[in-house]
């Protein structure tokens, strides 16, 4: 067996290696987009959140429901509405609605784009 028989020479495992370091750099340094809970009761804007955690929420005094937020998805616990379908509809994540109809709540899940296209049409 001489050296050309080789599988890799030592450039080839320089030249993957570098391959590999410039892919993953160029998957850690890509751009996070921002997450966004808003919270909309009778069609106003009530609550923006942004942070992970566990949010009230109220209309007028009177207790609606409580909003938790984990980083990645929200769910609603804890609502004051007969048939609970607000907390039902389980954890969601961007682009998911959560809607709780006797409170007049709505809770949209959005994913605020850095480069501030959401959508193309012709």
Same mark, same amino acid.
């Given at each position: 067996?001489?050296?050309?028989?080789?599988?890799?020479?030592?450039?080839?495992? +320089?030249?993957?290696?570098?391959? $590999?370091?410039? +892919?993953?750099?160029?998957?850690?340094?890509?751009? @996070?987009?921002?997450?966004?809970?808003?919270? +909309?009761?009778?069609?106003? !804007?009530?609550?923006?959140?942004?942070?992970?955690?566990?949010?009230?929420?109220?209309?007028? #005094?009177?207790? !609606?429901?409580?909003?938790?937020?984990?980083?990645?998805?929200?769910?609603?616990?804890?609502?004051?509405?007969?048939?609970?379908?607000?907390?039902?509809? &389980? @954890?969601? #994540?961007?682009?998911?609605?959560? *809607?709780?109809?006797?409170?007049?709540? !709505? *809770?949209? +899940?959005?994913? *605020?784009?850095?480069? &501030? $296209?959401?959508?193309?049409?012709?």
């Amino acid at each position: 067996m001489n050296k050309r028989d080789k599988l890799f020479k030592k450039r080839d495992l +320089f030249l993957i290696i570098s391959l $590999v370091a410039v +892919f993953l750099g160029l998957y850690w340094g890509r751009t @996070r987009d921002a997450q966004t809970v808003e919270i +909309f009761v009778g069609g106003k !804007l009530s609550m923006r959140i942004r942070t992970a955690g566990s949010y009230e929420l109220y209309d007028g #005094g009177k207790y !609606l429901m409580k909003v938790i937020f984990d980083g990645q998805k929200v769910h609603v616990e804890d609502a004051n509405c007969p048939l609970k379908i607000c907390e039902k509809t &389980g @954890r969601v #994540g961007p682009g998911g609605v959560i *809607i709780c109809v006797p409170n007049k709540v !709505l *809770i949209k +899940f959005r994913k *605020i784009s850095s480069e &501030g $296209v959401d959508v193309m049409t012709w």
